[in-house]
């Protein structure tokens, strides 16, 4: 049996003391509650005896649980607890009382049940910050719906938007909605315990998949609502920016993210065709959006002449935004990732690092998910 990092040598993270109730399942609510434990907070994860369903999302497997739950559910404790006993419900009510944060994405409707209602929650733990994540909200037209990622990004407008020009619709190659959804859980959270400062109450926090989904729609949304027009996809192009693109070189694509006529002038001159900064067409940022089809086949006609890592590292250098199109195991093999320790490796655990960087309470890895036994 592998051993747990030593915790006692391990700098206190920013939330050290903050004691968590993790009753949420699959993604949205665990990815929130890792990100709670990675800055200290100490996170109980409380599992039916069949456990998270995605501990069963593999292969890949690790010590018997899939790699997908293992990405979400470091530093936490575990526990199986079947709340049809009523022993179980009683153990929740016990730790409930020494419990700052509850966090839960059960259907709406299923803690009231159990005896834990919100005016249950108000009354009893008075201090309790609640977290309930579902997919609509417990009320309106779709209140109470199970919510699930792709289907949110269908319904929220997001694979409207995401795809190539003439292409269907497509989702997004990650679960967007259900990481928003769980970082706005974490915001959420933060925002209620320093409230809780100022009056000693906690208070509900409802997250729901689908405003997460449509919160993250910019600039989509507000061009729609400032002209009336439905955007069009756009492939890897921005649909106000220009050039914003993938382009080819001589050796591999490479992503230009040019955002000022300042870059776009510097990009002409470094890669050979300061001409085209003189170029009516091109001029200002709305006339090479008007001609972004011909602006993008003069770049690559020049692109073509270089190699991708070296054009990128001088563009870059010289404050022109861009990047060579890596592949997972290049990005988190980069030195920058290596250098930033966005992969965290300890007794047999690996996983990508904390993006949140405390000068004096880092984040740390003091605990692997807990198997089910646990």
């Known amino acids: 049996m592998t051993t747990q990092p030593d915790e006692t040598a391990l700098p206190q993270g920013a ?8 009753l949420s399942r699959v993604l949205a609510g665990p990815y929130c509650t890792q990100v709670l434990g990675d ?12 456990g998270d369903e995605t501990r069963r999302w593999g292969p890949p497997f690790v010590d018997g649980s899939a790699a997908y739950f293992m990405g979400v559910n470091r530093n936490k404790r ?15 009510a016990g730790l409930l009382k020494g419990a700052d944060v509850l966090v839960e994405n059960f259907k709406i409707g299923t803690l009231e049940r159990w005896g834990f209602g919100r005016d249950v929650l108000e009354k009893e733990y008075p201090g309790l910050v609640h977290c309930r994540i579902t997919g609509f909200g417990d009320d309106g037209p779709h209140g109470g719906m199970p919510g699930y990622d792709a289907a949110v990004q269908a319904m929220a407008g997001l694979m ?72 069009a996809r756009t492939g890897n192009a921005h649909p106000n920016i220009t050039p914003y693109d993938t382009f080819e070189t001589a050796t591999g694509p490479i992503f230009l993210a040019v ?42 006609k020049a692109l073509a002449g270089f190699e991708v890592d070296e054009l990128a590292d001088r ?13 997972l195991a290049q990005a988190l093999n980069h030195p920058q990732a290596k250098h930033r320790n966005m ?32």
């Open 78 to 92: 575990g526990m199986v607890l079947d709340f049809r006993q009523d022993n179980a419900r009683t153990t929740l």
């Open 15 to 22: 939330l050290h003391g903050l004691k968590v109730i993790d």
């Open 259 to 300: 955002g000022s006529d300042g870059q776009f002038s510097r990009l002409c001159e470094l890669i050979g065709v300061s001409a085209l900064v003189e170029d009516l067409r091109f001029t200002t940022n709305a006339q090479r959006n008007k001609h972004r089809n011909e602006l993008k086949q003069e770049l690559e």
């Open 315 to 327: 563009l870059i250098r010289r404050g022109v935004p861009c990047a060579p199109v890596l592949d």
């Open 160 to 231: 409207s938007v995401n795809g190539e020009p003439n292409g269907r619709p497509l989702r997004a190659g990650v679960p967007v909605v259900d990481l928003v959804t769980g970082l706005n859980a974490v915001i959420g959270i933060l925002l209620a315990l320093q409230e809780r400062r100022k009056s000693g109450l906690g208070q509900l926090v409802d997250v729901s998949l689908f405003d997460s989904g449509l919160s993250v729609l910019h600039p989509h949304s507000a061009n729609y609502l400032v002209t009336g027009d439905l955007p």
């Open 39 to 50: 800055h200290g907070a100490d996170v109980l994860k409380i599992e039916a005896p069949q």
């Open 343 to 374: 992969v965290w490796e300890d007794s047999g655990y690996r996983g990508v690092g904390a993006p949140v960087c405390l000068s004096r309470s880092p984040a740390s890895l003091r605990l692997k998910p807990p198997g089910l036994d646990d």
